[in-house]
């Protein structure tokens, strides 16, 4: 495997066992239903077997890539599993119970389980209300909770920035600084 470095070696698709006529159905695929992809690459085994661009994009293009921070939050939240810091089963409440002002007693069912599934039981995300004056840790430890934590599935990202806010209090540094240390310099990504 030559992953991770910046310059992947070359591979054919018949070395990466993938069929040349399927690129072509998936790429008429994407170009008959407008599908809105600026790039694609399919790396097998480390090694780079082919890359592609519309047009105007390639591969110096920035993109926004928004709901990834969601991943690598994850990804952190999973190496300090594996370090023995946390378990999916924590009370999330413990790790800000001394700093808040209040909260609903409902939050004591909370883990962190229900933070990566975003299965708290808000009704909406209240992240799009907050205002720049209201501090997100206590909104959501004071916000309605209409199901019981686990039952039901909401996009919410005010549970990953809880999530954040949980790797910042266990490793002392920000959730940026922790993920470019354990993930983006070995893994190359500026």
């Known amino acids: 495997m030559n992953y ?28 008959s239903d407008k599908m809105n992809i600026h790039a694609m690459i399919l790396v ?18 920035k993109e926004n890539v928004y709901s990834i ?4 939050t994850s990804v952190a939240i999973g190496i300090l599993m594996d370090r023995g810091y946390l378990k999916l089963d ?8 001394e ?14 389980k229900h933070l990566l599934t975003m299965s708290v039981g808000h009704p909406y995300d209240f992240m799009y209300n907050l205002q720049p004056d ?14 019981a934590p686990g039952t039901k599935f909401m996009y919410n990202n005010l549970c990953t920035f809880i999530l954040s806010a949980i790797v910042t209090k266990i490793t002392k540094m920000s959730l940026l600084d922790f993920c470019d ?3 983006f310099q070995p893994l190359e990504i500026e």
């Open 69 to 72: 921070s969601k991943s690598f």
């Open 4 to 31: 991770p470095r910046k310059d992947f070696e070359k591979a054919s698709c018949k070395d990466a066992n993938i069929e040349k006529g399927m690129l072509v159905d998936l790429f008429d695929k994407i170009e």
């Open 90 to 97: 924590d009370l999330v409440i413990n790790y800000f119970k």
């Open 181 to 183: 240390v354990e993930i």
């Open 44 to 61: 097998k085994d480390g090694n780079k077997v082919f890359d592609a661009y519309a047009k105007g994009y390639g591969p110096e293009t």
């Open 134 to 147: 209201e501090d997100p840790v206590e909104v959501f430890f004071n916000a309605e909770v209409v199901d």
């Open 99 to 112: 700093s808040l002002k209040s909260y609903k007693p409902i939050y004591e069912q909370v883990t962190i």
